[in-house]
């Protein structure tokens, strides 16, 4: 498997991914829902059937039925992120995610069997709550047992999940959309229903999840933690190296538990935990206002709309494509993490998006001066390379580096802040992009533009390279605050390395003993 993945840790990685597929598919879902005119839309108000044209055409309230159906899925997520700062530090990882993929089952079920636009916005609602707990837990959970050495390998797999979650999603609502015609109840019910499928594994899997050790460390379990730590690398408790890593970690908590969980006042009076968490909450913000959720929520409209193809005809199966792509194209990205490290993913990353957000404005303007289809085709390359960029980078890479960056006596704190504030943008986005694109056409994609370029700018000044280094010695980087630099300077590196040098000694006495 690996020097440092055995069988163990990548079941449980894979376990964790399955939490973010399920997001994946709720994203990636109303995209086509939206497209099911004659079905989904005429049971949810928002297309009326025309019968002297013979067409489905769009309700007077139809933005603002998308404005509420959109967002009751980010609205429960932030709920969820709530919900678990009072479970993640007080039943622990494993019980919050259990708890979470039962929330995930039963929003399924109020989806997929309602007969109201109240009940499917109330599934979406119960179902965000539960991806409030899963999305953020799943990545603080891997990083917290995975060694360094692939801690952002692990990381990247969750996103993985995420798009394998929105293709999966896209191609299964397309194949509903296009081969279920006759009977229009059971179009979007099926269509919907897939859902039962990620989330009833969900469900049944997340019980073999072993607790994180350093979960137990925080509860003063040290030999259940001991027993958990070999259990997941697969070897005994008695061997050196997981003696050895044991006692590194275990120094590492007691250290930071010495002063105690850290206090709502002392969070944000702390200059090194304030401009930690001040970054952290930029990047989520960043992570919606990149306009990921305008290409995936609107991407088969901004076909029909802004490039003049046949929506019944390419606009479903082009998404479908698109998610295809981001989802193989990401998969190299497991290792790419680990070899250029966070900082320059997210510099690279915004830089691209930026110009892809440019490119797509100036091609649905040349598109609509000329007709000329052409550039819209090329345009549809350029949604196609977003995807990629974006599943390459910002799409894994914010929540990795935020698992990372604070110590396990103020995580549950400072993740839960800087969780709200992704769902808090994310609602923004997806509540007012229609409206926005409503009045400003194509020229929407000029903000979120702005956004992106920003997003490289903050990126290169305030974000500072966690690749490789212990999450007990995340302070020797953040110590000083802002006045860091960006990368480990020769003081921090010796500091690690006396550490080491004491673990090391650790490791021949007890060989010799």
Same mark, same amino acid.
């Given at each position: 498997?690996?020097?440092?993945?055995?069988?163990?840790?990548?079941?449980?990685?894979?376990?964790?991914?399955?939490?973010?597929?399920?997001?994946?598919?709720?994203?990636?879902?109303?995209?086509?829902?939206?497209?099911?005119?004659?079905?989904?839309?005429?049971?949810?108000?928002?297309?009326?059937?025309?019968?002297?044209?013979?067409?489905?055409?769009?309700?007077?309230?139809?933005?603002?039925?998308?404005?509420?159906?959109?967002?009751?899925?980010?609205?429960?997520?932030?709920?969820?992120?709530?919900?678990?700062?009072?479970?993640?530090?007080?039943?622990?990882?494993?019980?919050?995610?259990?708890?979470?993929?039962?929330?995930?089952?039963?929003?399924?079920?109020?989806?997929?069997?309602?007969?109201?636009?109240?009940?499917?916005?109330?599934?979406?609602?119960?179902?965000?709550?539960?991806?409030?707990?899963?999305?953020?837990?799943?990545?603080?959970?891997?990083?917290?047992?995975?060694?360094?050495?692939?801690?952002?390998?692990?990381?990247?797999?969750?996103?993985?999940?995420?798009?394998?979650?929105?293709?999966?999603?896209?191609?299964?609502?397309?194949?509903?959309?296009?081969?279920?015609?006759?009977?229009?109840?059971?179009?979007?019910?099926?269509?919907?229903?897939?859902?039962?499928?990620?989330?009833?594994?969900?469900?049944?899997?997340?019980?073999?999840?072993?607790?994180?050790?350093?979960?137990? #460390?925080?509860?003063?379990?040290?030999?259940?933690?001991?027993?958990?730590?070999?259990?997941?690398?697969?070897?005994?408790?008695?061997?050196?190296?997981?003696?050895?890593?044991?006692?590194?970690?275990?120094?590492?908590?007691?250290?930071?538990?010495?002063? &105690?969980?850290?206090?709502?006042?002392?969070?944000?009076?702390?200059?090194?935990?304030?401009?930690?968490?001040?970054?952290?909450?930029?990047?989520?913000?960043?992570?919606?206002?990149?306009?990921?959720?305008?290409?995936?929520?609107?991407?088969?409209?901004?076909?029909?709309?802004?490039?003049?193809?046949?929506?019944?005809?390419?606009?479903?199966?082009?998404?479908?494509?698109?998610?295809?792509?981001?989802?193989?194209?990401?998969?190299?990205?497991?290792?790419?993490?680990?070899?250029?490290?966070?900082?320059?993913?997210?510099?690279?990353?915004?830089?691209?998006?930026?110009?892809?957000?440019?490119?797509?404005?100036?091609?649905?303007?040349?598109?609509?001066?000329?007709?000329?289809?052409?550039?819209?085709?090329?345009?549809?390359?350029?949604?196609? #390379?977003?995807?990629?960029?974006?599943?390459?980078?910002?799409?894994?890479?914010?929540?990795?580096?935020?698992?990372?960056?604070?110590?396990?006596?103020?995580?549950?704190?400072?993740?839960?802040?800087?969780?709200?504030?992704?769902?808090?943008?994310?609602?923004?986005?997806?509540?007012?992009?229609?409206?926005?694109?409503?009045?400003?056409?194509?020229?929407?994609?000029?903000?979120?533009?702005?956004?992106?370029?920003? &997003?490289?700018?903050?990126?290169?000044?305030?974000?500072?390279?966690?690749?490789?280094?212990?999450?007990?010695?995340?302070?020797?980087?953040?110590?000083?605050?802002?006045?860091?630099?960006?990368?480990?300077?020769?003081?921090?590196?010796?500091?690690?390395?006396?550490?080491?040098?004491?673990?090391?000694?650790?490791?021949?006495?007890?060989?010799?003993?």
């Amino acid at each position: 498997m690996g020097k440092y993945m055995n069988k163990r840790l990548l079941f449980y990685t894979v376990i964790n991914s399955v939490g973010a597929f399920i997001f994946g598919w709720e994203t990636t879902m109303l995209n086509i829902l939206f497209s099911m005119r004659a079905s989904f839309g005429a049971k949810f108000g928002l297309y009326t059937f025309d019968p002297k044209r013979h067409f489905w055409a769009e309700s007077e309230d139809k933005h603002l039925r998308e404005m509420i159906i959109t967002p009751s899925f980010t609205f429960g997520g932030i709920f969820g992120v709530i919900l678990n700062l009072y479970l993640m530090d007080s039943i622990g990882r494993t019980k919050s995610l259990r708890i979470g993929s039962i929330i995930y089952f039963i929003g399924s079920c109020l989806q997929v069997f309602g007969n109201s636009i109240v009940t499917f916005i109330i599934g979406r609602a119960i179902s965000g709550a539960a991806s409030g707990i899963a999305l953020s837990l799943c990545n603080i959970y891997l990083a917290e047992i995975s060694p360094k050495q692939i801690r952002g390998t692990t990381g990247i797999a969750c996103a993985l999940g995420l798009k394998g979650g929105m293709f999966i999603s896209a191609l299964f609502e397309t194949l509903c959309l296009k081969l279920i015609t006759k009977n229009m109840t059971a179009q979007w019910r099926v269509a919907v229903g897939g859902l039962l499928v990620p989330s009833t594994l969900f469900l049944i899997f997340v019980w073999f999840l072993p607790e994180s050790p350093r979960y137990l #460390l925080l509860k003063r379990k040290d030999e259940k933690a001991l027993n958990n730590l070999a259990h997941i690398r697969q070897k005994e408790t008695t061997d050196p190296s997981i003696l050895a890593e044991f006692r590194g970690i275990s120094m590492g908590v007691k250290k930071q538990l010495a002063h &105690g969980i850290i206090s709502w006042k002392a969070l944000f009076n702390t200059k090194s935990v304030l401009y930690r968490l001040i970054v952290s909450i930029v990047l989520q913000l960043l992570h919606q206002f990149v306009g990921i959720s305008v290409i995936g929520f609107y991407s088969t409209q901004i076909y029909s709309k802004y490039l003049g193809l046949s929506l019944q005809q390419y606009g479903a199966w082009l998404n479908t494509l698109s998610q295809f792509i981001s989802f193989i194209l990401a998969i190299p990205a497991i290792h790419f993490v680990e070899k250029v490290g966070r900082r320059l993913l997210f510099i690279w990353g915004a830089i691209i998006l930026g110009i892809c957000m440019f490119a797509i404005y100036g091609l649905c303007h040349i598109v609509d001066a000329t007709g000329i289809k052409a550039f819209g085709w090329i345009c549809v390359g350029f949604i196609y #390379l977003f995807n990629i960029a974006y599943s390459w980078t910002w799409a894994s890479v914010v929540y990795v580096w935020q698992a990372e960056v604070f110590p396990i006596r103020m995580r549950a704190k400072a993740t839960t802040i800087g969780n709200i504030f992704h769902h808090i943008a994310g609602m923004l986005v997806s509540s007012t992009t229609t409206t926005i694109m409503k009045y400003i056409s194509y020229y929407t994609f000029i903000i979120y533009g702005v956004f992106c370029l920003l &997003g490289a700018l903050f990126s290169y000044l305030c974000v500072k390279e966690t690749k490789g280094i212990p999450l007990e010695e995340m302070d020797y980087l953040y110590g000083g605050g802002n006045s860091q630099p960006k990368v480990p300077t020769e003081d921090i590196q010796k500091k690690i390395e006396d550490d080491k040098n004491v673990i090391k000694k650790m490791e021949r006495d007890i060989t010799e003993a």
